[in-house]
């Protein structure tokens, strides 16, 4: 059995729920900048290779299950007026050095 005022109850949640949502999509958008397109080097980066080391308890026993983690080159760029930070490859890391003034590499991130 179906009672009406439940399903005006649901409806109008559902309604709320999606209005909220569409707000929220539109602060995001609203509030993004362009990207970046060239900047200054503030700052390089490097964190090299490692492993992270977790127990997992399988049954009584707790088993070690390690997990690589890969070496990551970053850039930090400012354009005067903002700051970022972009993954680069490890060729294009070697060649920038604090305080050249570059454009934003294809494929960073």
Do not use: Y
Not at 14 to 37: K, R, Y
Not at 77 to 101: H, K, N, T, Y
């Amino acid at each position: 059995m179906i009672v009406k005022g439940a399903r005006i109850g649901f409806v109008s949640g559902c309604a709320v729920l999606a209005i909220g949502c569409l707000a929220m999509l539109f602060m995001v958008m609203g509030a993004s900048e362009p990207p970046m397109t060239h900047g200054v080097v503030v700052d390089l980066r490097h964190e090299p290779a490692h492993s992270i080391t977790t127990m997992v308890s399988t049954g009584k026993v707790m088993v070690p299950m390690t997990t690589p983690v890969p070496a990551k080159w970053q850039v930090v760029l400012s354009d005067g007026e903002r700051m970022e930070i972009f993954s680069v490859p490890q060729g294009d890391w070697d060649l920038l050095s604090v305080g050249d003034s570059v454009p934003v590499g294809v494929g960073w991130r």
